[in-house]
């Protein structure tokens, strides 16, 4: 899952240069951090459109934010002994079985779910931008 933002990394890169590295990163992974914690519930509570047994729900987790070809990301996603990482794509993107397609009832939830977090991630590295620029 992930979510782009177009003109951000001229920002972050004229503050760098101005603030320093450092300072600029921990604010970002700061704020990514925080973002991530958000889009976790989020999908928490969408994936529980389908749940069973809560495996699926349960099993949701966030990394910390980390520097990856020189993006700060941090990823969502699921990892757990149950491995729901499977059914959740058979769940969100639906699947054909003997020439019928099935489209479970939590099909593109999160989906959804994700592109109404843009906003949220847009807030709170706007906030996140302002404590660095006090």
């Known amino acids: 899952m992930s979510v782009n933002?177009?003109?951000l990394d001229k920002v972050l890169a004229q503050m760098e240069?101005?603030?320093?590295?450092?300072?600029?990163?921990?604010?970002?992974?700061k704020t990514l951090d925080?973002?991530?914690?958000v889009l976790k519930q989020k999908v928490k509570s969408a994936v529980s459109a389908y749940k069973d047994t809560g495996a699926t729900v349960d099993e949701v987790v966030k990394s910390k934010?980390?520097?990856?070809?020189?993006?700060?990301?941090?990823?969502?996603?699921w990892n757990g002994p149950k491995q729901?990482?499977?059914l959740v794509h058979l769940n969100e993107f639906g699947y054909t079985r003997n020439g019928k397609r099935y489209?479970?009832?939590?099909?593109?939830?999160?989906?959804?779910?994700?592109d109404e977090?843009?906003?949220?991630?847009?807030?709170n590295m706007r906030s996140g931008l302002k404590e660095i620029i006090k």
């Open 5 to 7: 933002i177009k003109g």
């Open 17 to 29: 240069k101005e603030l320093g590295t450092k300072k600029v990163n921990r604010v970002v992974n």
């Open 34 to 37: 925080a973002t991530g914690e």
């Open 65 to 77: 934010s980390k520097k990856i070809d020189g993006i700060n990301k941090v990823k969502v996603g």
């Open 84 to 86: 729901r990482s499977k």
């Open 103 to 114: 489209s479970p009832r939590g099909k593109g939830v999160i989906r959804n779910t994700i």
């Open 117 to 123: 977090a843009e906003g949220t991630y847009i807030k």
